[in-house]
């Protein structure tokens, strides 16, 4: 079982940045692929960015590649997302997520998800 909170949201004005945190419990966290999310109002939840239970390997989505960074560290059990170059449009409810298998986590297909928490991107 892995349990997982979300902290870092908050307002922020357009090109400003923000890291979010994802603290994890559990003694999988070390085995496991971990991902952020995001799902903005009215419309279906999507893939952020993805990195490999050693950190060693990882995905973006193009709406965010160069600006965000996915990193871990296992000693702590948490997982980051710093975001710089905000905007409006990455304004959304951000989502971190774990499972064994990266490919699973790549395809939002995860055992465990956290509750989220609120970025807004003022212009």
């Known amino acids: 079982q892995v349990q997982l909170v979300e902290s870092g949201g908050g307002l922020v004005q357009a090109g400003g940045s923000l890291r979010l945190s994802c603290a994890a419990s559990g003694r999988t966290f070390g085995t496991s692929a971990m991902g952020w999310f995001r799902q903005a109002p009215g419309k279906e939840r999507e893939f952020v960015a993805v990195?490999?239970?050693?950190?060693?390997?990882?995905d973006y989505a193009d709406s965010v590649k160069g600006r965000f960074t996915i990193s871990r560290d296992n000693a702590m059990n948490t997982v980051y997302l710093q975001m710089n170059s905000l905007k409006p449009a990455d304004t959304a409810v951000y989502y971190c997520?774990?499972?064994?298998?990266?490919?699973?986590?790549?395809?939002?297909?995860?055992?465990?998800w956290g509750q989220g928490t609120q970025v807004t991107v003022s212009s």
């Open positions: 997520a774990a499972d064994f298998r990266l490919p699973r986590v790549r395809a939002g297909e995860c055992d465990y």
């Open positions: 990195i490999s239970w050693s950190g060693g390997s990882g």
